[in-house]
Nanobody
């Protein structure tokens, strides 16, 4: 069983920055894709950023130029650097790691709240 543990969520003012971390319990070389998603109450979970083993990173249009996905293979950790935060970025953020088509793992979520 693979475990993902997020951290870094907080309350921040608009225009501020946060860095989310997601520690993974096995080598992140193993995964065909990794990424971050977010969800607000009453809405579907939405993609924020994904990274595939082929090396491509995709971002939601709403976060392009403000958020950056990165990973540290030595620490088996992925990150989401969030700059120029807006109130509409308020959500629970989840990290995801897909091992194959049948094994998809999620963290427990971390709350990000951006005040105006």
């Amino acid at each position: 069983q693979v475990q993902l543990v997020e951290s870094g969520g907080d309350l921040v003012q608009a225009g501020g920055s946060l860095r989310l971390s997601c520690a993974v319990s096995r080598s992140i070389f193993s995964f065909i894709s990794m990424g971050w998603y977010r969800q607000v109450p009453g809405k579907q979970r939405e993609l924020v950023a994904t990274f595939t083993r082929g090396g491509s990173t995709n971002y939601a249009d709403s976060v392009k130029g403000r958020f950056t996905f990165s990973r540290d293979y030595a620490k088996n950790t992925m990150y989401l650097q969030m700059n120029s935060l807006k109130p509409e970025d308020t959500a629970v953020y989840y990290c995801n790691a897909r091992l194959n088509s049948r094994e998809d793992y999620w963290g427990q979520g971390t709350q990000v709240t951006v005040s105006s």
